[in-house]
Nanobody
Framework: QVQLVESGGGLVQPGGSLRLSCAAH????????MAWYRQAPGKQREPVAT???????NYADSVKGRFTVSRDNAKNTMYLQMNSLKPEDAAVYYC?????????WGQGTQVTVSS
């Protein structure tokens, strides 16, 4: 079993930055990639960024050039550096562990972008 715990959300002004963290606890041996998803009110959950165990990354077009996903394997932690935030980036951000035996999800952290 794997537990994922996100942190780092909050309120930021447009153009500002936030860094989200996702700490993985438990047996994560079946996980081949980690990802960030987000869900805004009234919308479906959508992928934001993915990072594989070998460090390959992929981003949604809407965040390319502004967001950076990274991981510290020694700390079992994934990060999402979000720069130049826009009001449309506001959502609950979820950490996901994509595994061979199923996917794991964190509880989510709220990101609000408003002046």
């Amino acid at each position: 079993q794997v537990q994922l715990v996100e942190s780092g959300g909050g309120l930021v002004q447009p153009g500002g930055s936030l860094r989200l963290s996702c700490a993985a606890h438990g047996n994560s041996g079946s996980i081949y990639a980690m990802a960030w998803y987000r869900q805004a009110p009234g919308k479906q959950r959508e992928p934001v960024a993915t990072i594989t165990n070998d460090g390959s990354t992929n981003y949604a077009d809407s965040v390319k050039g502004r967001f950076t996903v990274s991981r510290d394997n020694a700390k079992n932690t994934m990060y999402l550096q979000m720069n130049s935030l826009k009001p449309e980036d506001a959502a609950v951000y979820y950490c996901a562990g994509l595994g061979t035996r199923g996917n794991y999800w964190g509880q989510g952290t709220q990101v609000t972008v408003s002046s």
